[in-house]
């Protein structure tokens, strides 16, 4: 399996993106965001699992908006009214679980980064 994500790009504050990341190989249960500001450890951002069960970082609930479409086999992170603190790499990443959790650990497959750069 890989992941290729697309849709960083540079936005000012209040501005939105929509990050995408697409899977090749087979279907994958669960689909997650993550990010990794620099200087900081990679933090959870969002996860999905096949049945439509979401799972947001706090920080994430009410701006950010995560979706699949599963005959795609792609995930999208819609990212609304953005702030600088949310300038960072956009990872994607999968397991093959039930459920999506927050910790990266759990996740066995990950797509390359895509940056966000938020301006003040």
């Known amino acids: 399996v890989q992941l290729q994500a697309f849709g960083g790009g540079l936005v000012r504050t209040g501005g939105s993106l929509r990050l995408s990341c697409a899977a090749s190989g087979r279907t994958i249960d669960v689909m997650g965001w993550f990010r990794q500001a620099p200087g900081k450890e990679r933090e959870f951002v969002a996860g999905i699992n096949k049945n439509i069960y979401r799972l947001y970082a706090d920080f994430a609930k009410g701006r950010f908006t995560i979706s699949r479409d599963n005959l795609k086999n792609t995930v999208y992170l819609q990212m609304d009214n953005l702030a600088p603190e949310d300038t960072a790499v956009y990872y994607c990443?999968?397991?093959?679980?039930?459920?999506?959790?927050?910790?990266?650990?759990?996740?066995?497959?990950w797509g390359q980064g895509t940056l966000v750069t938020v301006s003040s």
């Open positions: 990443a999968a397991r093959q679980s039930l459920l999506a959790t927050s910790t990266p650990a759990d996740y066995t497959v």
